[in-house]
T-cell receptor
Framework: KNEVEQSPQNLTAQEGEFITINCSYS?????LHWLQQHPGGGIVSLFM???GKKKHGRLIATINIQEKHSSLHITASHPRDSAVYIC???????????FGTGTSLTVIP | NAGVTQTPKFQVLKTGQSMTLQCAQD?????MSWYRQDPGMGLRLIHY???????DQGEVPNGYNVSRSTTEDFPLRLLSAAPSQTSVYFC???????????????FGQGTRLTVV
């Protein structure tokens, strides 16, 4: 069973498009992370949020705790945004991470 | 520089060999963990630790051993490598926040391990 489901699995966009990646989870959580993994493998944490909305540059992350759903939005997408985006939740009570399988984003110039 | 240092970046082992993947962090994080990443699957937890002297199994612990003698270090040992352990391995750390919740997670650069 997957505690975290992401959609879509793959996404191709034209440069400049508005992009949304969705994450649904089935466990109680204390926080949710959005991670970015570039080709070459390194993983970077983009956001950690437990309620509401956070914005960093062109990236916006929202979470609805009642609906157990989060979205990652990228405004004015750029080829350098091409990466795999991973949703991860910190489950209660144990504090373990549960990961989605990732969304592979390709932004075409 | 603060962060998670994971070594080596690449490794090829023969079946039956043993090795240790190193992970160190200098942020005084209580929570450290090891994951493996396989094609088409999310990261899967191998072992984790909530502090020095405390370790526990994750989702896929078989064939791996860990110890946490200090806050900074959390090595992962492959006892007798098997081809099924060919994967990319990530170490991660974060603060434990209790009721406040967890802070940002920091990941190592990954180790691409091939067992032949």
């Amino acid at each position: 069973k997957n505690e975290v489901e992401q959609s879509p699995q793959n996404l191709t966009a034209q440069e400049g498009e508005f992009i949304t990646i969705n994450c649904s989870y089935s466990v109680g959580i204390s926080a949710l992370h959005w991670l970015q993994q570039h080709p070459g493998g390194g993983i970077v944490s983009l956001f950690m949020l437990s309620s509401g909305k956070k914005k960093h540059g062109r990236l916006i992350a929202t979470i609805n705790i009642q609906e157990k759903h989060s979205s990652l939005h990228i405004t004015a997408s750029h080829p350098r945004d091409s990466a795999v985006y991973i949703c991860a939740v910190i489950g209660l009570p144990g504090g373990q991470f549960y990961f989605g399988t990732g969304t592979s984003l390709t932004v075409i110039p | 520089n603060a962060g998670v240092t994971q070594t080596p970046k690449f490794q090829v082992l023969k079946t039956g060999q043993s090795m240790t993947l190193q992970c160190a962090q200098d942020m005084n994080h209580e929570y450290m963990s090891w994951y493996r990443q396989d094609p088409g699957m999310g990261l899967r937890l191998i072992h984790y630790s909530v502090g020095a002297g405390i370790t526990d199994q994750g989702e896929v612990p078989n064939g791996y051993n860990v110890s946490r003698s200090t806050t900074e270090d959390f090595p992962l040992r492959l006892l007798s490598a098997a081809p099924s352990q060919t994967s990319v391995y990530f170490c991660a750390s974060s603060l434990l926040g209790g009721r406040i919740g967890y802070t940002e997670a920091f990941f190592g650069q990954g180790t691409r391990l091939t067992v032949v």
